[in-house]
């Protein structure tokens, strides 16, 4: 991340987040969720094609314009199923569906101008947090709802992640509004994931091989969503 981005970021947030003792009467405005499709940046696009996920936030007014901004999404990045056996002897006439995820979650908290109204609102934002790259296996297929028995994390890594974003708000009754936005994440300088097909097996001795990933991992989500807005106050009517 750039030394300008970073500071215009810590400022936002630390604008409202700290100098501001109106921070301490922050009022419910409204709880955005949306679907998320994610477009990795730079060297992670060398790696993984799209995301696609979900997302869902919490708005808090401390005035007209400017608000507090507590948000979680998860996006999956790769997903496959292989049929094998169960195990050996007795246990290889049973087949069982290993599904192997690739998820990105991530957190965070900051600061946005902007917030929705009773007409088009644009709005801008950035925030710092979190994000997770968590590649998990799971069995299935031995019982008759088909359901998972057994799960097991392959490889996590945690990142420190900074964002800015960005968007429109535009009404579709009185307390619901679309939110089109868009958001670029700066995850750290160096992450570990895997991607589908880092995960073989040797073929002698049935060890599973793990080759992890560890490059940049920018991502810019694009959301569609709503946002339900509670009974706002006057001054934000």
């Known amino acids: 991340?750039?030394?300008?981005?970073?500071?215009?970021?810590?400022?936002?947030?630390f604008a409202c987040l700290v100098a501001s003792p109106a921070t301490l009467q922050a009022q419910f405005i409204g709880a955005p969720v949306g679907l998320q499709v994610g477009l990795p940046q730079g060297e992670?696009?060398?790696?993984?094609?799209?995301?696609?996920?979900?997302?869902?936030?919490?708005?808090?007014?401390?005035?007209?314009?400017?608000?507090?901004?507590?948000?979680?999404?998860?996006?999956?990045?790769?997903?496959?199923?292989?049929?094998?056996?169960?195990?050996?002897?007795?246990l290889?006439?049973?087949?069982?569906?290993?599904?192997t995820t690739n998820f990105i979650f991530g957190g965070g908290l900051g600061a946005q101008v902007g917030l929705p109204g009773p007409s088009i609102r644009p709005y801008l934002g950035g925030m710092i947090g979190f994000s997770s790259f968590?590649?998990?296996?799971?069995?299935?297929?031995?019982?008759?709802d088909d359901e998972p028995f057994a799960s097991s994390n392959n490889s996590v890594d945690n990142t420190f992640a900074k964002s800015v974003y960005g968007g429109l708000y535009v009404p579709l009754g009185s307390n619901a509004m679309l939110d089109l936005g868009l958001?670029?994440?700066?995850?750290?300088?160096?992450?570990?994931?895997?991607?589908?097909?880092?995960?073989?097996?040797?073929?002698?001795?049935?060890?599973?091989?793990?080759?992890?990933?560890?490059?940049?991992?920018?991502?810019?989500?694009?959301?569609?969503?709503?946002?339900?807005?509670?009974?706002?106050?006057?001054?934000?009517?």
Do not use: K
């Open 44 to 90: 992670f696009a060398n790696n993984v094609a799209m995301a696609g996920g979900l997302g869902g936030a919490a708005l808090f007014g401390i005035g007209d314009f400017i608000g507090i901004r507590a948000g979680f999404d998860v996006q999956i990045y790769g997903s496959d199923t292989r049929r094998v056996p169960l195990g050996g002897g007795a």
């Open 134 to 144: 968590t590649t998990t296996s799971s069995v299935q297929g031995s019982n008759s």
């Open 183 to 237: 958001r670029h994440t700066w995850n750290g300088e160096s992450v570990r994931y895997l991607t589908p097909g880092d995960i073989s097996e040797d073929p002698v001795t049935g060890d599973v091989i793990l080759s992890p990933r560890n490059t940049r991992a920018d991502l810019l989500t694009v959301t569609i969503g709503l946002v339900l807005r509670s009974t706002a106050p006057r001054n934000l009517r």
């Open 1 to 13: 991340m750039s030394s300008s981005c970073s500071r215009a970021v810590a400022r936002l947030c």
């Open 92 to 99: 290889g006439l049973i087949n069982v569906d290993v599904t």
